[in-house]
């Protein structure tokens, strides 16, 4: 969790390193002219200054390098935060940047440990008055749970920035840089406060409420399908945060004790669905099960009767969808109140599976756990 864990574990791996770095260096160069000139310095900056931005680097493609074969195949998290900060020209005439290595994962690997990390750290600076805002710097396959759990954690109302890109570093076209840029026009930003926290890629800004990937590989993927991007930014134009999009209503719940969430399973429905997944789940000592449901959030009698069961046992059982947009709604075509579930509203399953947060700080009543999930609007 310190700088020293992201040094290149060899000699031969720091080589490439140096070699890499200019490279990636090269690379941005042309980018980085027309950034430069797009930029008026200041414009984005407070008057005072230019504004503090804390940037916490996990890994993921925005730092990942290509095979040397150029087989398409790269790996993750491979270039440290200052590394990519250094890499984009411009930067510096936006903001004070001070970038601290927190992990170097790809984020199909992000656990509560580095989760946990994240939340300290942003939460020391903002009460230590380190930081007028934080970028934190991600893969994209979970950047919407990471995004979510500190929107959920992070007290305060400084901005948080969550970037990532679909190519790696040394990719022809990579977007990282572009990201990288705007991320920070965003963070440093006095207008972006008080809107929990952010995702910027590729041009637009989202809210973590809403945000989630939604194609496997495109740099066009990230969407927030019931209620679209929060603002747009780019060099040129700078920030537009949409007037109608006044943010959700953000409670923030106390980190747990201890580096563990409660374990909370995510079930995904189907045809032909039985109750062996949801078992499983008990079995291995869910304290909750997150339905993927087909629709709005139904699955087969004999999955129902299980998660009717669980929920006999103090098993928090929370409804959600595998359908990409859209709200699961209370007692349509399953008697919620009856069997004691919860519904998930808008929140897809990766992100209801953040019940852990409730579950950890005891809220187990349904009631009061469907007051949490609708608290919103
Ligand atoms: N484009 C990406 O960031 C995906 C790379 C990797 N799987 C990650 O999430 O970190």
């Not at 719940?253 to 189907?270: D, N």
Request: hydrophobic fraction near 40%; proline fraction near 5%; charge should be neutral.
């Amino acid at each position: 969790m310190t700088k020293q864990a992201a040094r290149p574990a060899s000699r031969r791996r720091n080589r490439t390193l140096m070699l890499t770095v200019p490279l990636v260096a090269l690379a941005l160069w042309s980018w980085g002219i027309d950034a430069a000139q797009a930029a008026e310095p200041g414009k984005d900056a407070t008057a005072a200054g230019l504004p503090r931005i804390l940037v916490l680097a996990t890994g993921g493609t925005i730092a990942g390098q290509a095979d040397a074969r150029a087989t398409g195949a790269y790996k993750s998290g491979q270039i440290t935060g200052e590394q990519l900060m250094q890499s984009v020209p411009g930067l510096d005439k936006l903001a004070k940047l001070n970038a601290e290595q927190i992990s170097s994962i790809g984020s199909q690997d992000m656990n509560d440990k580095v989760w946990f990390a994240l939340a300290r750290r942003i939460q020391d600076a903002f009460d230590k008055n380190e930081a007028d805002g934080i970028l934190i710097t991600h893969g994209t396959d979970t950047l919407e749970e990471t995004a979510f759990f500190l929107d959920n954690v992070v007290r305060g109302d400084k901005p948080v920035v969550i970037v990532g890109s679909m190519r790696p570093a040394t990719a022809v076209s990579a977007d990282g840089p572009g990201n990288l840029y705007e991320a920070v026009q965003v963070a440093a930003d006095p207008r972006s406060r008080g809107r929990g926290v952010m995702a910027v890629l590729n041009d637009k800004i989202q809210s973590a409420r809403s945000i989630t990937k939604t194609n496997t590989t495109s740099i066009e993927t990230f969407g927030s399908p019931n209620d679209g991007p929060i603002g747009y930014v780019d060099t040129a134009g700078g920030i537009r945060f949409m007037a109608q999009a006044a943010g959700f209503k953000r409670t923030t719940y106390p980190l747990p004790a201890g580096e563990q969430l409660p374990r909370v399973e995510i079930v995904y429905s189907h045809a032909n669905m039985d109750a062996v997944p949801i078992e499983d789940a008990i079995s291995h000592g869910a304290k909750g099960i997150v339905l993927a449901g087909v629709g709005d959030g139904n699955t087969s009698k004999q999955a129902l009767d299980a998660l009717e069961a669980a929920a006999k046992k103090g098993i928090i059982v929370v409804r959600s969808t595998r359908v990409r947009s859209g709200f699961v709604t209370r007692n349509v075509e399953v008697d919620d109140d009856k069997n004691g579930f919860v519904v998930s509203e808008d929140l897809n399953p990766q992100k209801a599976v953040l019940t852990q947060l409730l579950i950890a700080g005891g809220v187990t009543a349904p009631a009061e756990l469907q007051r949490a999930f609708t608290a919103t609007w």
